[in-house]
């Protein structure tokens, strides 16, 4: 073994919110994906696989309360090749792998560039949790937080790390707004009075312009990392 | 070095990725074998005296600067189930990256290189004991401590275990825990002298065949 | 220090002949260890291990050494299955067992089980040294007391060398004064009748069978190396044995 080698070329880096990897080369934008259970991740991760599959290298880490599910689907739909979908099991504590301890997360992602890559993306998606959940910025660059109109309106009201922090905040289903009596310039004000600034997206994965709200904001953020 | 490292290290918010294993008790929880405290505490106490002081040998071991390569095959060798293999590897892996972003040393940077997609979770504890500053004792108490603390929090949360019981059978299982970790470390004083034989090879068949039934589940919550 | 116990040591040695079949040049019975040879299926040559008398006792020391040379096949069962029984002088009874496998040579090490009576204490310890290229099926299979007894306290190690790298190091300790946990929910949760089955075959070097789960409390798994282990529990010593029987039969399928 080689005590005497040059600490920075050719050994696995310790800590991986490193922008680089070991060879050297800028590392895959990573974006994660939180949000309550059933508000829609999965189906957005879906869409934006498809939206984004013929411009850029991209693959998907899962974060399962029960192993795999979220991974089955992904494959189901044959939204990505199956060896660019990693399902990383978490001992019933999603939030836990997410954010407390990324070690899995990690290798996962990191085991996604060097098998499959060189990637531009990797979408890591956590498991329906609840609304405290976030991601570690050791484990992405950028997050995103998915709640739904179904789950009540006054989500954004009462705020939370997710709703208030994430980088982008997207209010899923607007199309069963009417049906389940949701006020959605309601949930807007909220948001804003929340996340000020912070960018905010009404969203129907049902309607023609379905995610591509999303997955702009998705360009916009890689285009900044790797400028 | 800081005696105060052994707390760190032996933390159960040490970010290595124990919280998504359960050392068996998912499987032993869904035949029947847990299902409450007491079963919990069997459970503890063979998985201490079997895998937990090979466990804790091999850190001793590694912490006393025993051959990593020699004590990962030693490992390979008393573990036969791929299953746990593979688990063990997982943990090594992830554990090595928290010791080396929380003690950088260039002794895990070689064990890191050697084992790039991980050595088995107690050598690379016990090297991470020994970089920072922490003796084989300290090591083989982390290990053994480890080997029923995992299933105590996973059935917490598998049968909902009032959380107060659990910590009780890890307190009564504390006087075992000291004879497992003495018999640990001499073995591996052993080891240093004559080679990783002198390693304890005791095995504990349902975890293996659990472990390998576990690994074929559809669904699970637990890793392992 | 003395015991008042026996002293055995059986030795066999297989060697390939002249005439393309399995020979038996040494073949040492001893004391209450007795070996017969019988008739082997083709070019094999079959050693039964005949106990003349039961044991081992307290304090007795047994011991059994087969060497198989290159290219010779040897088959070894026994009559009878052999009991661990308590004897008049105090102190552990040892068995040893001690196989070497040169390359190109086949083993198949199929005894019967050994019972642990109540009171007894034995301390076993097998060492199976494989050079590379050589074969190897090992069953072991230990019975917990005879039907409706305690059994006594009982220590079996099993170490499989191959090229001399260590495959396999196992260890089972139970009964009495066995650490504690053994016969819980991690261990051998009450089942009386363990066993394990070791297959060494160089082409599973290429191709080793997938780890599976065998009924309700065996499995096969791969080993790191050209082997596969199936460890098998069992309410009684019939039950393990058709489990492992259906595993080798697989196997050889």
């Not at chain 1, 979220?70 to 504590?93: H, K, M, Q, S």
């Not at chain 3, 004391?31 to 039964?48: I, N």
């Not at chain 3, 299955?81 to 067992?97: F, H, M, N």
Request: hydrophobic share 45%; net charge negative.
């Amino acid at each position: 073994m080689h005590l005497g080698h040059d600490h920075s070329h050719g050994w696995p880096s310790a800590v991986s919110a490193d922008a680089h990897r070991p060879d050297g080369t800028r590392r895959a934008l990573r974006i994660g994906l939180g949000g309550p259970v059933g508000s829609g991740k999965t189906a957005t991760v879906a869409a934006l696989c498809r939206a984004l599959r013929d411009e850029l290298s991209l693959a998907v880490v899962t974060n399962d309360i029960y192993t795999r599910e979220d991974a089955e689907f992904l494959l189901r739909e044959a939204v990505l090749p199956p060896e660019r979908i990693t399902a990383v099991e978490t001992g019933a504590c999603p939030h836990t792998a997410i954010r407390d301890d990324i070690s899995a997360n990690l290798e996962a992602v990191e085991d996604l560039e060097d098998e499959v890559g060189p990637l531009a993306l990797i979408l890591v998606e956590s498991g329906g949790d609840n609304l405290t959940a976030t991601f570690s910025k050791g484990l992405v660059d950028a997050q995103i937080f998915v709640i739904d109109v179904a789950g009540g309106d006054d989500i954004p009201r009462k705020g939370g790390p997710g709703v208030t922090t994430a980088d982008l905040l997207v209010v899923n289903k607007t199309d069963l707004a009417p049906y389940v009596g949701s006020d959605l310039a309601r949930m807007a004000a909220d948001a804003k009075t929340q996340r000020a600034e912070l960018p905010v997206v009404f969203q129907s994965l049902r309607s023609e312009a379905g995610v591509a709200e999303v997955a702009a904001w998705v360009r916009e953020k890689l285009a900044a990392w790797t400028a | 070095m800081s005696r105060a490292a052994l707390l760190v290290l032996a933390d159960g918010r040490f970010p290595a990725g124990g919280h998504a294993h359960s050392g068996g008790a998912e499987a032993a929880v869904k035949g029947g074998l847990i299902t409450g405290s007491d079963g919990l505490e069997a459970f503890c106490r063979g998985r201490l005296h079997t895998a937990g002081l090979v466990s804790a040998a091999l850190a001793a071991a590694a912490a006393l600067g025993v051959d990593p390569v020699a004590l990962d095959a030693a490992a390979d060798a008393r573990t036969p189930s791929l299953a746990l293999r593979v688990a063990s590897r997982k943990l090594g892996r992830q554990l090595m990256r928290a010791a080396r972003a929380t003690w950088p040393s260039r002794e895990l940077d070689v064990v890191a290189r050697e084992f790039p997609k991980g050595a088995h979770q107690p050598v690379v504890l016990g090297v991470a004991a020994r970089v920072a500053g922490l003796g084989a004792d300290d090591a083989a108490y982390c290990s053994a401590y480890e080997s029923v603390s995992g299933p105590a929090s996973a059935v917490v949360r598998l049968l909902s275990l009032d959380p107060f019981d659990a910590t009780g059978v890890l307190a009564r299982l504390a006087p075992e825990v000291d004879r497992v970790v003495g018999a640990a470390v001499e073995a591996a004083g052993e080891v240093v002298v004559g080679g990783v034989d002198a390693l304890p090879a005791a095995s504990a068949p349902l975890l293996e065949i659990g472990a390998e039934a576990h690994a074929a589940w559809p669904v699970r919550l637990f890793a392992s | 220090m003395t015991t008042a116990g026996v002293r055995a040591t059986a030795r066999i040695a297989a060697r390939l002949d002249g005439r393309g079949t399995t020979a038996l040049p040494v073949l040492e019975s001893d004391g209450p260890l007795a070996l017969r040879r019988t008739r082997g299926r083709g070019d094999e040559a079959r050693v039964m291990l005949v106990g003349a008398m039961s044991g081992p006792l307290g304090g007795d020391r047994f011991a059994v050494e087969a060497e198989v040379g290159a290219g010779a096949r040897l088959h070894l069962g026994s009559a009878a299955a052999t009991i661990a029984l308590p004897g008049q002088s105090k102190g552990e009874a040892r068995y040893d067992v001690r196989i070497d496998v040169a390359a190109g040579g086949e083993l198949r090490w199929l005894p019967e089980q050994l019972i642990s009576a109540q009171g007894s204490d034995l301390c076993v310890s097998t060492r199976v040294d494989l050079a590379a290229g050589a074969r190897l099926v090992f069953r072991e299979e230990q019975v917990l007391g005879r039907a409706g007894e305690d059994p006594g306290r009982l220590s079996s190690r099993l170490t499989v060398r191959l090229d001399g790298r260590t495959l396999l190091d196992q260890e089972v300790a139970c009964g009495p004064g066995a650490p504690g946990g053994w016969d819980g929910p991690a261990v051998l949760g009450g089942h009386r009748a363990l066993g394990q089955l070791v297959v060494v075959r160089p082409e599973f070097g290429e191709r080793a069978p997938e780890p599976r789960v065998l009924g309700e409390s065996a499995a096969l798994t791969p080993l790191v190396g050209p082997a596969v282990l199936v460890t098998a529990l069992a309410p009684d010593a019939l039950r393990l044995r058709r489990v492992l029987d259906e595993a080798l039969a697989a196997l050889d399928g």
